[in-house]
């Protein structure tokens, strides 16, 4: 019952922006932990940005000063917001919400691509 549905995703010049969403659907409360990983071709999954409830909002040391993660708890939508795009930022990306905190119940979004090229 419960969806990610990710968005935002396509081809854009080094430098340029893109904001993914990623909206849940079939869930009463939004989720405590809202994430976003990157996968490459020929790499491991990598954790990007995080953001636990009224507790934090971070993002890894190699995204940071140009990725930033937010949410709106009323839409229960996680946002990564993408800026000076690298073509190391080259990945498909996925979100992934836990609902509670301390909870084992997990949802991953479908993924996105995003494609930085000249």
């Known amino acids: 019952q419960v969806q990610l549905v990710e968005s935002g995703g396509g081809l854009v010049q080094p430098g340029g922006s893109l904001r993914l969403s990623c909206a849940a659907s079939?869930?009463?409360?939004?989720?405590?932990?809202m994430e976003w990983y990157r996968q490459a071709p020929g790499k491991q999954r990598e954790l990007v940005a995080r953001?636990?409830?009224?507790?934090?909002?971070t993002v890894v040391d190699s995204v940071k000063g140009r990725f930033t993660i937010s949410r709106d708890n009323t839409q229960n939508v996680a946002y990564l917001q993408m800026m000076s795009l690298k073509p190391e930022d080259t990945a498909v990306y996925y979100c992934?919400?836990?609902?509670?905190?301390?909870?084992?119940?997990?949802?991953w979004g479908q993924g996105t691509q995003v494609t930085v090229s000249a």
């Open positions: 992934y919400f836990r609902p509670n905190y301390r909870g084992t119940v997990e949802y």
């Open positions: 079939g869930m009463i409360f939004s989720a405590d932990v």
């Open positions: 953001s636990i409830r009224d507790r934090s909002a």
